[in-house]
């Protein structure tokens, strides 16, 4: 069995962090948040090779992620030559192949059981299985309704008031047959949800869902990529290589250096080769990146700092997300904002 990921988007609502960086190695706690999704992969151990479907730096992301060795399994590449959409990315990368696959959006964190989805597709014959979860606001996304033996009965997409008759709505995550993929155009921008999952219910083929209550959420935005750290510093979704052994469910690497009269307030994380200076307080729901340093006095508040950024004494960062390299002034005050690789602020400065 393979798996495919689509992961040749450009990250565009998560710019300007995707500037330098595709969307699927931004980091999360360090760790480029693909392993994520490969992490649910590798417990189906019948899976052996995975394939990544790329256009957006693809150079980037195999320099990563290599033949899938280190993981313990097998990596593939394939790039499209244009963007294909999600239906066209999917029969562009499962050339040649027979056998079921298993599919994931490149932005979807999840802690599903994917074997799971994968037995129950097996036990109804289904030609495709669609992971469904459910939404406080429906209205924001398009609709999937299914009948009470979970067959999916139709698509609703941007649905008016009137049209929302269920809060379910696609996962991104799916189990098909490639026997149907001959109903894809070659080389043509196809969407899944809008051309190819329909052509299933017209046919009256077996197509359910597999209905998942548990975590779910889109990275693709700065306001979801910062939950995604709140949810794991406060336990609401468990990953690697965040570990918190202590009550404050606070993380400081070992070789991390915290001055004289340095607070660390948890939830936080401080990865490995940070600098803490003298009086400077790193406050809930933090997340420090590697060689990092926050000068004496700085505070740092609700705060993802990438990579080797430095910040300068007295600053004060309250909801800021850097990018890789950044230089924060003494004295400077940045809020609730996205600053991309090497941003250079000037004492002072408010932003």
């Given at each position: 069995m393979k798996a495919i990921l689509l992961a040749g988007g450009q990250g565009t609502r998560l710019r300007p962090l995707t500037l330098n960086t595709p969307k699927p190695v931004v980091p999360i706690f360090g760790r480029p948040f693909l392993h994520y999704q490969i992490d649910r992969i590798?417990?189906?151990?019948?899976i052996d090779e995975i394939i990544l479907s790329l256009n957006y730096q693809p150079e980037r992301i195999e320099a990563?992620?290599?033949?899938?060795?280190?993981?313990?399994?097998?990596?593939?590449?394939?790039?499209?030559p244009s963007p294909l959409g999600t239906a066209g990315g999917i029969k562009f990368a499962s050339q040649g192949m027979s056998d079921t696959v298993v599919v994931f959006n490149g932005d979807v964190l999840t802690q599903i059981n994917l074997a799971s989805v994968i037995s129950m597709h097996r036990a109804r014959r289904a030609t495709a299985t669609i992971v469904l979860t459910p939404v406080e606001n429906p209205a924001a996304y398009g609709l999937v309704e299914t009948d009470s033996d979970a067959n999916i009965l139709r698509f609703i997409e941007k649905p008016d008031p009137a049209q929302i008759t269920t809060n379910r709505i696609n996962a991104g995550i799916y189990v098909l047959e490639p026997s149907t993929f001959d109903r894809i155009p070659d080389g043509v921008s196809w969407s899944i949800e809008r051309k190819y999952f329909p052509s299933l219910v017209e046919r009256h083929e077996t197509f359910v869902a597999y209905l998942y209550e548990g975590y779910w959420i889109d990275i693709g935005t700065p306001d979801k990529y910062a939950q995604v750290h709140r949810d794991i510093l406060e336990g609401r979704f468990h990953a690697a290589p965040f570990v918190a052994p202590s009550a404050s469910r606070t993380s400081v690497a070992g070789d991390a250096v915290v001055g004289e009269g340095a607070a660390i307030?948890?939830?936080?994380?401080?990865?490995?080769?940070?600098?803490?200076?003298d009086g400077a307080r790193v406050g809930p729901r933090s997340v420090i990146g590697r060689g990092c340093r926050v000068g004496a006095g700085a505070v740092v508040e609700d705060s993802i700092l990438w990579n080797d950024c430095v910040v300068g004494a007295n600053a004060i960062l309250r909801g800021a997300i850097l990018g890789s390299a950044c230089r924060i002034g003494a004295s400077a005050t940045v809020g609730a904002t996205v600053l991309g690789d090497r941003t250079d602020l000037t004492d002072f400065t408010r932003a």
């Open positions: 590798l417990q189906v151990p019948e990563v992620f290599g033949d899938g060795s280190a993981l313990g399994t097998r990596i593939r590449y394939v790039v499209e307030e948890g939830p936080a994380f401080i990865d490995a080769g940070v600098t803490i200076q």
